[in-house]
């Protein structure tokens, strides 16, 4: 409540924030997370907590009055339609030049997101996080992470027979027809589950389209693990539809936090003042990096390091589709939950996911979101005419994106001879590149703050999400930012507390 003293206060629930309130309780510290998203725990009037993909409705997005799709046109029908302005689950935040997607809830991108659960490649690991111990994260902190995180990997016979990962298998011959490694990729979604929702003894969640803006059934998000863990500990509270503004020094120690209540319209009901003794960032690469480039330039944390707001990276994200040949559907019945990539990454700079498309019906579409090695960063900075944090990244800067990108599908286009789709994106638009769905960077590990994420000149604040990260890991990002925040978690508690 208002005027409370806390001796922990988390700001978000997603990755590092669940990480940080399951340790910290463990050791025994009272934790306070602050989420700005619902709590995503109450059925609608459909009896559903969350919407389908095939049909978005007011729980879809995070205050827009338009759904906003990655893919934004089918065949020439725009997909887009007007839905109540509500503190949906998706946020597709715009900064001019780049759509940044982010999950908004008690859980964080763990609600939306393809639960595609990636470790790097270890002889990667050296450009994913340069400062940090590689022994150790794969010896210690990666183990542990995939345990806690509920990873599993689908039955290679069962992936062999269903017809829900047919476009995973004309993904598979095409890759390796023209020579491209091809993997299996671990999920925290629960295959076994899948394999009775295709027996028809369950519910069904990823084999009835259930991803983009929550799954019903089957996938084990954060709500399901760290939360529920730390939930269980009687040490944690969480106060959801409760946004972060203000963090700065309180003149008897510790830091004042303003905090205001939302209602589902995005409307503020109450503004709140708490004392912490410590703070913790977890608000996301985008949602950390914007709350302390405003401190810094507003004068409530002045002394936050010149590298806060650097280093942010897309992780290379790029889309596209290819047309296949009448003789080659992906099939009318697509699970949702993707499983395999396509790794040339040491050779042409691109790890491609070979993505659903579950419409229901037959598209003969091969749908894929690479992940990239680009070298272009942004900064963010303070706009203080607009008053709003901004960033600089260039939409011209994904062309490097896209020709990594082709070093796998131009070269599978002409084995195949086969051509990209054009209708995905926009009307000829080939490349899906205007947005990104994993945010990196913005107060990087030994740039804003030292070895363990402690945010230079401010003892008792610490950045603990995919804000340490500078910008890219090679493969899908939340094992790796997971894992990092159980590695700076432990010596928080034994060096800190
Ligand atoms: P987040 O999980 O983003 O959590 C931050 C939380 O802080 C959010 O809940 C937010 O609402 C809250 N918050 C922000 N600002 C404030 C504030 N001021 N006050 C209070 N609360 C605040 N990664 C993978 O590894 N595999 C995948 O398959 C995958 N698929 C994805 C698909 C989609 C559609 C999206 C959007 C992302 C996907 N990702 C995937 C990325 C992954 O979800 C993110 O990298 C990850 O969630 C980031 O974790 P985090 O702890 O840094 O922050």
Not at 300 to 308: A, I, T, W
Request: aromatic share 10%.
């Amino acid at each position: 409540g208002n005027g409370a003293h806390v001796p922990v206060l988390i700001i978000g629930t997603g990755y590092g924030g669940s990480v940080a309130a399951l340790r910290l309780a463990q050791a025994g510290v009272p934790v306070h997370m602050v989420e700005m998203g619902m709590a995503w725990d109450t059925p609608g009037p459909d009896g559903k907590i969350f919407a389908n993909t095939r049909t978005p409705d007011y729980r879809s997005y995070w205050l827009r009055t338009r759904t906003k799709q990655p893919i934004v046109n089918f065949l020439g029908f725009p997909l887009d339609k007007d839905v109540p302005r509500y503190t949906g689950i998706l946020d597709a935040e715009d900064f001019g030049e780049i759509l940044v997607y982010q999950g908004r809830g008690v859980g964080g991108g763990s609600l939306v997101n393809g639960g595609m659960a990636v470790t790097p490649k270890r002889a990667r690991f050296s450009s994913v996080l340069p400062s940090v111990n590689a022994a150790e994260m794969y010896d210690v902190y990666y183990p542990r992470a995939n345990a806690e995180l509920g990873v599993n990997e689908i039955d290679v016979s069962w992936f062999d027979s269903t017809p829900a990962y047919q476009y995973s298998r004309v993904g598979r011959k095409h890759a390796q027809r023209s020579n491209f490694d091809f993997l299996y990729v671990p999920n925290v979604y629960d295959f076994d589950y899948m394999e009775q929702e295709a027996a028809g003894t369950v519910p069904k969640s990823a084999l009835a389209a259930e991803i983009l803006y929550g799954n019903n059934h089957g996938k084990k998000s954060l709500q399901q693990t760290y939360l529920a863990r730390a939930k269980a500990t009687g040490l944690v509270t969480i106060s959801a539809l409760h946004r972060v503004t203000s963090v700065s020094p309180a003149s008897g120690g510790g830091y004042t936090v303003v905090i205001e209540q939302l209602d589902t319209t995005g409307g503020v009901t109450a503004t709140k003042t708490v004392t912490a003794d410590r703070v913790f960032f977890a608000a996301g690469s985008v949602g950390t990096s914007k709350l302390l480039v405003r401190m810094r330039a507003t004068g409530k944390l002045p002394n936050l390091s010149g590298e806060v707001g650097k280093g942010w990276g897309d992780n290379g994200n790029v889309m596209c589709g290819r047309a296949n040949h009448l003789w080659d559907p992906t099939g009318a019945l697509q699970s949702s939950i993707p499983t395999a990539g396509i790794d040339n990454w040491d050779d042409g700079g691109a790890f491609a996911e070979v993505a659903p498309i579950p419409t229901g019906i037959e598209t003969w579409a091969s749908f894929y979101l690479s992940i990239t090695d680009t070298p272009h960063r942004a900064e963010f900075t303070w706009n203080a005419a607009a008053g709003r944090v901004e960033l600089n990244w260039q939409a011209s800067w994904k062309q490097v994106s896209i020709d990594r990108a082709k070093s796998i599908f131009d070269k599978i286009n002409r084995k195949e001879g086969t051509i990209y789709r054009t209708d995905l994106f926009g009307i000829y638009k080939i490349w899906g590149d205007h947005l990104t769905y994993h945010p990196l960077g913005g107060a990087v590990l030994g740039k804003a703050t030292d070895n363990y994420g402690r945010l230079h000149g401010y003892p008792g604040l610490y950045a603990i999400d995919g804000s340490l990260i500078p910008g890219n890991t090679t493969v899908n990002p939340f094992v790796t930012i997971t894992a990092l925040a159980e590695r700076n978690i432990e010596k928080i508690i034994a060096t800190d507390l």
